[in-house]
């Protein structure tokens, strides 16, 4: 089977199962009760490609700096509720959805690996690329989020 065909049983299992499993705890639970969460986020072909393209560009800019194995982690967070959308640090929600408060939601970040372990790192900042996290008030790296959150999207198109 090639390396880029799961079987769709296969699929349908894994999914049903987060459904069964993890979602259920999540719209059951007692202390943090919730409607409904997303199942599912959409990213366009060309807004993957493009944050691609920007961590090529970027790293292309260290040559004095070899970047081995360059993947990307998706992290599942959560959007908070819209009353904390503001202030400080909250400016990229601004184009979200509110009706994506409390969803989960998908992040992406640039990995590099370094001794056979894959690290987060900020292809932008040079100073990362052994692995480090950057501090400090304000700090921001390169990352991709906002993409469309399957509810509350139409579940039309949908297969699992």
């Given at each position: ?6 079987p769709?049983?296969?699929i349908?299992?894994l999914?049903?199962y987060?459904?069964?499993h993890q979602l259920?705890s999540?719209e ?20 993957l ?12 800019k ?20 819209t ?5 400080e640090n909250?400016?990229?929600?601004e ?8 969803l ?13 372990i ?8 040079v100073n990362t690329?052994?692995?480090q996290?950057p501090?400090?008030k304000?700090?921001a ?6 993409g469309?959150?399957?509810?509350p ?8």
């Amino acid at each position: 089977m090639s390396k880029h065909l799961l079987p769709i049983q296969l699929i349908e299992n894994l999914v049903d199962y987060y459904k069964t499993h993890q979602l259920y705890s999540i719209e059951n639970s007692v202390k943090f009760p919730m409607a409904f969460d997303a199942t599912a986020a959409l990213f366009s072909l060309e807004q993957l490609k493009d944050f691609i393209a920007t961590i090529e560009e970027e790293v292309a800019k260290h040559p004095k700096t070899p970047v081995n194995n360059i993947g990307i982690r998706f992290y599942y967070a959560a959007y908070p509720e819209t009353s904390n959308w503001h202030g400080e640090n909250y400016e990229a929600l601004e184009t979200v959805d509110t009706e994506y408060a409390k969803l989960h939601t998908l992040i992406a970040v640039p990995t590099m690996e370094i001794d056979g372990i894959s690290y987060d790192f900020d292809p932008s900042d040079v100073n990362t690329y052994q692995g480090q996290k950057p501090t400090g008030k304000g700090i921001a790296i390169m990352a991709e989020n906002h993409g469309v959150l399957f509810p509350p999207g139409p579940k039309v198109g949908l297969w699992f």
